[in-house]
């Protein structure tokens, strides 16, 4: 049973910093590309940030310069890195992992950045 848990979301002041978390199992890990999206209210998902299975990186626009994304492959777990955080950036952010046609969700997790 594949499953993607997402950690580390929560309340921050504009300017802040956070690490979201999503620890992987049930896939091999290293195999995948890893991604995570956000979504928030009334708007539709968006991609964040991409870890592929070869260490290549990619981030959206609007977070590029302020988020890193990585990945630990010994022990099955991505990362995202937030900094300057900014109330824009409020949204449930969700874990993906892709491969070929498998495609896996975490559950999400909340952060809300307050001005």
């Known amino acids: 049973q594949v499953q993607l848990v997402e950690s580390g979301g929560g309340l921050v002041q504009a300017g802040g910093s956070l690490r979201l978390s999503c620890a992987a199992s049930?896939?091999?890990?290293?195999?995948?590309?890893m991604a995570w999206y956000r979504q928030a209210p009334g708007k539709q998902r968006e991609l964040v940030a991409t870890?592929?299975?070869?260490?290549?990186?990619q981030y959206a626009d609007s977070v590029k310069g302020r988020c890193t994304i990585s990945r630990d492959n010994a022990k099955n777990i991505v990362y995202l890195q937030m900094n300057s955080l900014k109330p824009e950036d409020t949204a449930v952010y969700y874990c993906?992992?892709?491969?070929?046609?498998?495609?896996?969700w975490g559950q999400g997790t909340q952060v809300t950045v307050a001005s």
């Open positions: 993906n992992a892709h491969k070929a046609s498998r495609d896996y």
């Open positions: 049930g896939i091999m890990f290293s195999w995948y590309n």
């Open positions: 870890s592929g299975s070869g260490g290549s990186t």
